[in-house]
């Protein structure tokens, strides 16, 4: 069974830097699309930053262009998440999740293999 932890998260002042890790065990990491996310108090979640297994194409949300990165490290099994430029709105607790795509074969069909970390607490404030 795939798992997924999270780690990095903890108090920072605005401007400030983080840099999130979410460690796979249990799966075949380098196939797996990464994605982190974030759910803030009282919002519904929502993607933050994606990568793409082999070609590693990156994409983010609007509100974190130019301020987060997120990379991968397929020998280590990890996926990061570098957040520079912290504001109080990123305030959140962030999630990593990993999706594989696999062919059923004989059909046209798709199966998904979808797995989520426990999250980790971001805390942007004076």
């Known amino acids: 069974q795939g798992r997924f932890v999270e780690s990095g998260g903890g108090l920072v002042q605005p401007g400030g830097s983080l840099r999130l890790s979410c460690v796979a065990s249990g799966l075949s990491f380098s196939s797996f699309d990464m994605g982190w996310y974030r759910r803030a108090p009282g919002k519904e979640r929502e993607v933050v930053a994606s990568?793409?297994?082999?070609?590693?194409?990156?994409n983010y949300a609007d509100s974190v262009k130019g301020r987060f990165t997120i990379s991968r490290d397929d020998v280590k099994d990890t996926v990061y998440l570098q957040m520079n430029n912290l504001k109080p709105e990123d305030t959140a607790v962030y999630y990593c999740?990993?999706?594989?795509?696999?062919?059923?074969?004989?059909?046209?069909?798709?199966?998904?293999?979808?797995?989520w970390g426990t999250g980790t607490q971001v805390t942007v404030s004076l």
């Open positions: 999740n990993g999706k594989m795509h696999v062919p059923v074969p004989g059909t046209t069909a798709v199966s998904t293999y979808d797995y």
């Open positions: 990568i793409t297994s082999g070609d590693g194409r990156t």
